[in-house]
């Protein structure tokens, strides 16, 4: 059963920056596609980035050109590095694994709190 933790969540002034990172363990072979989704109080819970074993990756358009992910295999880790950050990204972060590129898998971490400042 894979498992994921995130962390890397905390308090930044508008414009700064943050690194999440979702360490995955357990089973790390069976998916081949790990996400990042945030949920925002009030709203649906939403994409903000995927990227699959083959290095493809994909971006909710409020977040091209701010954020990239990555993903480190030798350490079952994918990271979400957040530039130019806005109050509006303030959110829950969840990582996610599976196997479409499309839909999230079934298997979610705890969430990592980010708050961005004005």
């Known amino acids: 059963q894979v498992q994921l933790v995130e962390s890397g969540g905390g308090l930044v002034q508008a414009g700064g920056s943050l690194t999440l990172s979702c360490a995955a363990s357990g089973g790390t072979t069976s998916f081949n596609v790990i996400g990042w989704y945030r949920h925002i109080p009030g709203k649906q819970r939403e994409l903000v980035a995927v990227?699959?074993?083959?290095?493809?990756?994909r971006y909710a358009d409020s977040v091209k050109g701010r954020f990239t992910i990555s993903r480190d295999n030798a350490k079952n880790t994918v990271y979400l590095q957040m530039n130019s950050l806005k109050p509006k990204d303030t959110a829950v972060y969840y990582c996610?694994?599976?196997?479409?590129?499309?839909?999230?898998?079934?298997?979610w971490g705890q969430g990592t709190q980010v708050i961005v400042s004005s």
């Open positions: 996610n694994s599976g196997t479409s590129r499309y839909n999230p898998g079934p298997v």
């Open positions: 990227i699959a074993n083959s290095g493809f990756t």
